[in-house]
């Protein structure tokens, strides 16, 4: 056995143990030494059974995704993976028990149903989020899940993913018992249990109960693709995990893997699946922040307090309470604070009536919620997260007042879309304690939060904030300060050409539709109804002394705003919406005002292509995102994707801006740019990086591992 897996004894049963932290993947040596194992206990007479768990956190938590680019790079060939070790396992004539605590994910649970039964605490999970990687199981998950659970459970957990805690996998059929207590002992007892009962030992591929009735099979394959249909826009690997689960329901066990192997190698050779797996590291590789060890002590945050009780202060106020932090909630009136209560109340009380909340737990984190009028108690907060009018005036005066009476080692947020950072902490006398938390809106759904470093900021804020992301179950992304920071700096161009696009001759349905069609979660237009067309109206007029003399700027979103249509929140912008209704209706004024604005300006409007629409308004975004980079306002490539993909409705499965950048290729991206140059002028004037890494052959991905990352 190797040191990656190691065999011993209780009594007459052996205990295989599997050390491969941090999760136990099963990387190369792991499937070896399980084999291994398994083997030396099937030859030794004093043992009647056989317990397989997993040492430190968590029981086997899948293949080891780093193996895959081997794969599809050719490094590495795909061999026929992990059958040969389930095969052993399974036909093993001694009872094997997997012991399950933590997460059995992917291959984990794979290598579970391999074994002849699965014991769990009741705090574990099982899963197969292969879907999330853009693949299917590919070790025998598509053939045996529905065998022991049936298609419907089977296509449920195949095609989207979810982790199943304990409690209902045990009702699935799934697992067979929840060990209360110690894990291992309670495993050994069942391993001696079912070695006692003298029975053969039960393996998943000979049940057929529950697949056997085609009517149930065929309903539960329909509800499973339309399911598909409604979730997984765009995605190829949800629609092939529920054909591998239909072969399970029609053909013999060895055929199905066959197919299943089949549909595995396509998903795993596709664009999607390495996007989604360059995704599922960016979404680590952000955290990690060069020059600042992640030894540095952090400042705890026990108590938080929020500065202004509107629609993203009540949003942040209950991440924080989510999180299990007690919050101060400040408005400055009666009225304002009950108004900021009541909108939590309903989000809270929306979760609820969907069942993924309990009253309960609802209470709970009401509970922590303190409304108040004063600063009376903002002495005890660690952070104090200003959520005031995007006005730099007010902002500046809220931070003046926080500077008087917050404790000197309590960070101070601002979560401020674009205004500078540095100003707002030169209105306090600890410029390295404030730093920019910007949620996006709605804030207690979006995943993300761009953490604005200013220049004094310190490395313990920093680093505290980071970690203090992934506490409120974020992702912090750390981005530099400028104008717009990195996402709304970047969305900026991604508009300004949205809207250029409907001056020379697209209609507003068109670029949404094309946008949209790509895999946008909206289109641009859409986008900018849902926000409010009248906050980057203002935001343009309050920067309007810095735009360039003689720069083409979009001429309709203003004419928009000055005739009261902001967009969904007055019931029409660049749509028109019925009352109640949030579904986009094309609008005739739009359409014509547009027209005449384009013949008062001299634009000769034409039929405007997708391919067209596309490139303008994508490369818009990787051509500034190129400048980003080079300005070190973004640390990597990864995290201008990461922070595109979980703010912007990106497709992740086009791996973000840059992923997708690269996927087109630089060389082709930077002609683009230099021929919208010439047609549109210094807008599309090329980013220096982006030339050089076309030039050089380069890639983004290839920026970032220069830097080491
Ligand atoms: N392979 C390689 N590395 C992995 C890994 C994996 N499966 N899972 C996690 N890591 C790394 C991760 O990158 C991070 O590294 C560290 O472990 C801690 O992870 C054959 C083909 C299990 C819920 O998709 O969902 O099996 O940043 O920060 O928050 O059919 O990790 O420290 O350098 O996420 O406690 C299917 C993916 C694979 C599970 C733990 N399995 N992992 O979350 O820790 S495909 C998955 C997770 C497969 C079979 C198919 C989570 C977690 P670093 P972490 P965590």
Redesign the pocket.
Known sequence: MSELVTLSKDGDIAVITINNP??N??SPGVPEGIVASVQAAQKDGSVKGIVLVGGGR?FI??????EFGKITSGQKDRNV??HPVLQVMEDCPKPIVCAIHG?A????L?TAMACHYRVAVASAQVGQ??C??G?I???G?TQRLPRLAGVAVAAEMCAFGDPVPAPRALQAGIIDKIIDGDLVAGAVAYAREMAASGKPSRRARDLTGKISDPKVNEAALAAGRDAVKKRSRGLLAPRKAIDAVEAASRLPFDQGIAKEAELFKECLFSDQSKALIHV??GE?AVAKIPGISKDLPLIPIKRAAVVGGGTMGGGITMNYANAGIPVLFKEISQEALDKGLGIIKKNYAATVSKGRLTQEQMDQRMALIEPVLTYDKFEEADIIVEAVFEEMALKKRVFTELDKIARPDAILASNTSTLNIDEIASATSRPAQVIGHHFFSPANVMRVIEIVRGKQSSPRVIATSMALAKKLNKVGILVGNCRGFLGNRMFHHYQREAQFLLEEGATVEQVDAVLYDYGMAMGPLAVGDLAGLDVSWRIRKEFKHLDPPGIRVPLVSDQLCELGRYGQKTGAGWYRYEAGNRTPLPDPQVQKIIEQTAAKAGIKRRAISTEEILERTLYSLVNEGANILAEGIALRAVDIDMLYILGYGYPAYRGGPMWYADTVGLKKVYAKVCEFEKQHGSLWAPSPLLKELAESGKTFADFDKSKGE
Not at 61 to 66: F, L, V
Not at 105 to 108: C, H, L
């Open positions: 941090p999760v993947a099963l968590t938590a899948g293949a080891d995704i780093k993976g992990l997460t994910f992917g291959g984990g794979e989020p292969e999330k990687l693949i199981p590919g070790a998950g599922f590291f680590r």
